[in-house]
DNA sequence: ATTGTCACTTTGTCATGACATTCGCAGGTT
DNA sequence: AACCTGCGAATGTCATGACAAAGTGACAAT
């Protein structure tokens, strides 16, 4: 019921506040200072316990509500959830995702060349078939072990890259240096097995299962920038989502 | 750039005035009659236009920023997305997905039988190992043709149900006239490969791929109230995200 | 014992106002 | 011609205030 939460915020900081004091609770709901089942105290007074007004206490009650940690009801109040909660999928691409957790990844560019669009690619980045598009092929690895190949297409006009750039520091880093930024993805998740070429490269048996993902990243001017499809070792890789009403 | 739709709010109505405004520009989007690309209006003036406030406004965009209808960017505007969208994925079970759009679907149980939890049941729905769940298996078919095999438990003291009832409604509208309330679930996606008997139900061959999903559904209290582990044909079925910043 | 009512609590919705931050552009300076 | 500066425009953040809707529990009436 009551909580005695420490949390410090900085309003000279850029961070926003909702975000300041969603994190720290979300960190609180992490690491069980903030148990399951917990009820929360009521948004009136924790706006008033952080010295913020009741919308912005509401906003990052609201962050907290689409990450699944915790759920409002109206009249009772906030409960944290009951059941364990996984890390939410993000537009961060693999490479920070894996980064952030501390495993020793390399990447291996296989194909770096420029083809002409064909009709699929075309139309993910609503460009003309046959025109020239970049096309790159990667292997990752974790710990040595292979775990996903990546087939991305992206335009000249977009970036242009090279296979050392390439391997250092992962294709959404290095779009991003180059000026992209990126705001949104589409995203469909779906299944294969791996014909002969790919379980070699991926360390598997031909016809074992393999997770597929096609994405196509969008810009802050709603423009396709980059589109991929990705292959993952069905036994080291799954997709997480949290859906909320 | 300027806009001539014709929108109607109802302030009377109990569905919120940011859910009417949000609605109805998404459907102006998905018709055409805001083409991709397009630059809508400055907030300001557009909740002038319909009589709103600001943040009343802004949360009707925020709406279609997260489902990746639109992207905003300060100093500049907001931009209707220049790829096409799919619709996305929600709370809702596969049932009411695919009977929104039209198809005809048939249920077949399996088996319906109470069994005590596994290790991994009880601990997705926070019981203790050995306690008695409902188990149900189903097969779902799409136009007569198999589409997904369906596994799911559910504790006794959530609902009781038998398989006239299974077979007709589907499993979430069953439990919602049982009064339990969804409001998150979090899902895993994945890939594997068909056994015999998957296979022989499903209509494919023996080593076919499979999208594998499992899904945990907790109420409004955020207790799991149910979960399953479902197999989709591969050529039939994927999931679909939208990722925004 | 059941039902209905009422008060209270808590979240949901909406309005108004203010200032900060960022982007793009025009115009002036070097 | 290239660079810098300042201005306007648009979204981002935050505060305050108010009422609505829904759940909970207590109490009274049947």
Redesign the interface.
């Known amino acids: 019921m009551s909580d005695q939460l420490e949390i410090t915020l900085d309003r000279s900081s850029p961070v926003p506040l909702y975000h300041q004091v969603a994190s720290a609770l979300e960190q609180a709901i992490r690491d069980g200072t903030l148990p399951?089942?917990t009820k929360l105290e009521n948004e009136i007074d924790l706006a008033k316990r952080f010295n913020l007004s009741r919308?912005t206490m509401r906003q990052a009650m609201d962050q907290l509500v689409?990450d699944?940690l915790?759920?409002r009801?109206r009249g009772v109040g906030t409960?944290?959830?009951?059941?364990?909660?996984?890390r939410n999928?993000?537009?961060s691409s693999l490479y920070d995702d894996l980064q952030t957790e501390g495993a020793v990844q390399r990447t291996e560019v296989l194909s770096l060349e420029r083809v002409p669009a064909s009709a699929d690619v075309a139309e993910?980045l609503?460009l003309r078939v046959g025109e020239e598009v970049q096309h790159v092929v990667r292997l990752r690895s974790v710990d040595e072990r292979p775990l996903a190949l990546m087939e991305n297409w992206v335009p000249p006009h977009v970036a242009e890259f090279s296979r050392e750039t390439l391997a250092a520091g992962g294709l959404y880093n290095l779009l991003r240096t180059a000026g992209v930024d990126?705001?949104?993805?589409?995203?469909?998740?779906?299944?294969?097995?791996a014909d002969a070429r790919q379980a070699k490269l991926l360390g598997v048996e031909t016809?074992?299962?393999?997770?597929?993902m096609d994405r196509?990243a969008?810009d802050?001017?709603?423009?396709?920038v980059e589109c991929g499809h990705h292959l993952y070792r069905?036994d080291r890789?799954?997709?997480?989502?949290?859906?909320?009403?």
Chains 1, 2 share one sequence.
């Open positions: 399951p089942e919308p689409r699944g915790v759920v009801r409960q944290v959830v009951g059941a364990p909660v996984r999928l993000r537009l993910r609503q990126f705001r949104m993805a589409h995203q469909r998740v779906g299944a294969d097995v016809g074992d299962p393999l997770v597929t196509t969008l802050s001017g709603g423009r396709a069905a890789y799954s997709f997480d989502t949290t859906l909320v009403n």
